[in-house]
């Protein structure tokens, strides 16, 4: 897994919010902000998605 960081560098400037969403669905396992995506932006949502599951992995290992 990619770090956060090498994750956010490789977001286009204005696709924030789209990672912001991604990053939601991905620590929630959910899609509810996937079909309100701009044009464009499936990727900067792909990529927060990514980054949000990798949250949810580390956040359930400091809570176990």
């Known amino acids: 897994m990619n770090s956060i960081i090498d994750i956010i560098k490789e977001i286009p400037h204005g696709h924030g919010a789209s990672v912001k969403k991604g990053i939601s ?3 929630l396992n959910q899609h ?3 079909e309100k995506l701009p044009t464009g932006h499936s990727l900067s949502y792909e990529r927060g998605k990514k ?3 990798y ?3 580390i956040i359930a290992k ?3």
Request: avoid cysteine; glycine fraction near 14%; hydrophobic fraction near 35%.
């Open 25 to 27: 669905d991905g620590i």
């Open 55 to 57: 949250l949810q992995e």
């Open 32 to 34: 509810d902000y996937k």
């Open 51 to 53: 980054a949000g599951k």
């Open 62 to 64: 400091m809570v176990k």
